[in-house]
């Protein structure tokens, strides 16, 4: 199997000012292909740190993708490094040049003469091989570079990709250029996953039911815990060069977990529960809305981020404050005044609001206390309560989290689908 690794460049990322989503789309498209991320490397912009790095990464992965630090500003290093790290010389390559005057004349539409520091980003080590970035100026570069490891006197060479860390252009160079040349470059294995989706239980009680079957597994199969907001991910990996017999061999292993957690099963996709919701809608031919208090729109945003989310949403009511409640939705004063916005009865009355203002089949209404402060003795912070609905029932039911704002925000949205998924398998 081909070892990778990948080196992300940029003291933003260790600081934490910007999160690196770059990794993980690189590793999901390299396990596609069959290739194994081994090691995942940040540092910052220090030209020894860089170095450093891909001394080390080297000579232990056949393949490293390195990402940021291609732009056209001074605290842009990776470029000049990799031209002396592979012992090149910088050179105009044309096809760039015309790309990025392409760019800056026809597209961007800049006024004025392209900078100097722009019409720089068609420079390149003659080293390495341009890999094309139809979504922006800094080229990919390819290079290779032989390691020998001198306790065994053995020779390898690695293959070096660097791509821009901007994560629109790293996605269209990776998809159109570096996956192509990969499948070309290296003789791959089959990586297979299969991914038992649960909801409704921890991981220490999820790990308990299937203590048997994960100790029967073979060595070759490995079976990976995955907890998230509301969920857990149950991933069996395998790889192997025959594709048919492992899949085979995966399938009959899925299937007997999913038997064994089919109280909690959720989903053997590899998905959010949004994109669970909107199967389960669009079989049935059913629209939904939301009227969300606590929840702000976020499980709105969450239903909303899938593709062809207009045929199954019609719409959400963000109604944070009581008079909105009582105006938009139709929540009685008395309703308010007796048990307040928190409460069985208003979410119900929410639901029912929802259904008839949105015009929908079903419907989810949320109202808690997300904290930090607002809390009390008879309602403290993480108190939620969640209803879902059709025009016929309304069901509802109350939550205690103990997490902050955010994630309380997050795990009521991820608990609120699954609270829906579950009424609409039952009563539609």
């Given at each position: 199997?081909?070892?990778?690794?990948?080196?992300?460049?940029?003291?933003?990322?260790?600081?934490?000012?910007?999160?690196?989503?770059?990794?993980?789309?690189?590793?999901?498209?390299?396990?596609?292909?069959?290739?194994?991320?081994?090691?995942?490397?940040?540092?910052?912009?220090?030209?020894?740190?860089?170095?450093?790095?891909?001394?080390?990464?080297?000579?232990?992965?056949?393949?490293?993708?390195?990402?940021?630090?291609?732009?056209?500003?001074?605290?842009?290093?990776?470029?000049?490094?990799?031209?002396?790290?592979?012992?090149?010389?910088?050179?105009?390559?044309?096809?760039?040049?015309?790309?990025?005057?392409?760019?800056?004349?026809?597209?961007?539409?800049?006024?004025?003469?392209?900078?100097?520091?722009?019409?720089?980003?068609?420079?390149?080590?003659?080293?390495?091989?341009?890999?094309?970035?139809?979504?922006?100026?800094?080229?990919?570069?390819?290079?290779?570079?032989?390691?020998?490891?001198?306790?065994?006197?053995?020779?390898?060479?690695?293959?070096?990709?660097?791509?821009?860390?901007?994560?629109?252009?790293?996605?269209g160079i990776m998809t159109n250029?570096?996956?192509?040349?990969?499948?070309?470059?290296?003789?791959?294995?089959?990586?297979?996953?299969?991914?038992?989706?649960?909801?409704?239980?921890?991981?220490?009680?999820?790990?308990?039911?299937?203590?048997?079957?994960?100790?029967?597994?073979?060595?070759?199969?490995?079976?990976?815990?995955?907890?998230?907001?509301?969920?857990?991910?149950?991933?069996?990996?395998?790889?192997?060069?025959?594709?048919?017999?492992?899949?085979?061999?995966?399938?009959?292993?899925?299937?007997?977990?999913?038997?064994?957690?089919?109280?909690?099963?959720?989903?053997?996709?590899?998905?959010?529960?949004?994109?669970?919701?909107?199967?389960?809608?669009?079989?049935?031919?059913?629209?939904?809305?939301?009227?969300?208090?606590?929840?702000?729109?976020?499980?709105?945003?969450?239903?909303?981020?899938?593709?062809?989310?207009?045929?199954?949403?019609?719409?959400?009511?963000?109604?944070?404050?009581?008079?909105?409640?009582?105006?938009l939705l139709g929540v009685r004063?008395?309703?308010?005044?007796?048990?307040?916005?928190?409460?069985?009865?208003?979410?119900?009355?929410?639901?029912?609001?929802?259904?008839?203002?949105?015009?929908?089949?079903?419907?989810?209404?949320?109202?808690?206390?997300?904290?930090?402060?607002?809390?009390?003795?008879?309602?403290?912070?993480?108190?939620?309560?969640?209803?879902?609905?059709?025009?016929?029932?309304?069901?509802?039911?109350?939550?205690?989290?103990?997490?902050?704002?955010?994630?309380?925000?997050?795990?009521?949205?991820?608990?609120?689908?699954?609270?829906?998924?579950?009424?609409?398998?039952?009563?539609?």
């Amino acid at each position: 199997m081909i070892n990778a690794s990948i080196i992300t460049i940029g003291d933003e990322l260790l600081i934490g000012q910007t999160i690196d989503t770059n990794s993980a789309f690189i590793a999901q498209q390299l396990n596609e292909i069959g290739i194994w991320v081994h090691r995942r490397l940040a540092v910052g912009d220090s030209w020894n740190d860089i170095w450093n790095a891909l001394d080390e990464e080297g000579k232990q992965s056949e393949l490293v993708i390195i990402t940021g630090g291609l732009g056209p500003t001074a605290d842009d290093i990776t470029k000049p490094l990799l031209c002396q790290y592979f012992s090149g010389k910088m050179m105009v390559d044309e096809n760039v040049l015309a790309h990025v005057k392409y760019l800056f004349e026809k597209v961007y539409r800049r006024p004025g003469p392209i900078l100097e520091r722009n019409l720089k980003q068609a420079e390149v080590p003659d080293t390495c091989k341009v890999l094309h970035n139809a979504r922006g100026s800094a080229p990919g570069m390819w290079f290779e570079k032989k390691y020998t490891e001198n306790a065994k006197a053995t020779e390898h060479t690695s293959v070096f990709i660097s791509l821009p860390g901007v994560p629109h252009e790293m996605k269209g160079i990776m998809t159109n250029e570096v996956i192509p040349a990969l499948l070309d470059r290296f003789p791959l294995s089959n990586i297979i996953h299969k991914t038992i989706v649960t909801s409704g239980q921890g991981e220490s009680i999820i790990a308990e039911m299937i203590r048997d079957f994960e100790s029967s597994l073979p060595p070759h199969i490995k079976l990976a815990y995955l907890p998230a907001f509301g969920m857990v991910k149950l991933r069996l990996t395998s790889s192997s060069d025959n594709r048919h017999e492992l899949e085979k061999e995966m399938n009959h292993y899925s299937e007997k977990l999913k038997q064994l957690v089919a109280d909690y099963f959720v989903t053997d996709i590899d998905e959010g529960l949004e994109k669970v919701i909107a199967r389960l809608l669009t079989q049935k031919s059913k629209t939904l809305g939301t009227a969300e208090s606590c929840t702000g729109g976020y499980i709105a945003h969450l239903i909303t981020s899938n593709a062809g989310s207009s045929e199954y949403f019609k719409g959400t009511i963000v109604s944070y404050e009581n008079e909105l409640k009582k105006n938009l939705l139709g929540v009685r004063i008395e309703t308010l005044k007796t048990h307040g916005a928190v409460s069985e009865a208003t979410v119900r009355e929410m639901v029912k609001g929802a259904i008839d203002k949105l015009q929908v089949d079903f419907a989810i209404a949320t109202s808690g206390i997300m904290g930090p402060g607002g809390g009390s003795e008879k309602k403290p912070v993480g108190l939620v309560w969640i209803a879902v609905g059709h025009k016929d029932l309304v069901i509802a039911k109350d939550f205690n989290f103990r997490f902050d704002r955010e994630r309380n925000i997050r795990q009521t949205a991820q608990v609120a689908l699954d609270f829906l998924r579950k009424f609409i398998l039952t009563n539609s």
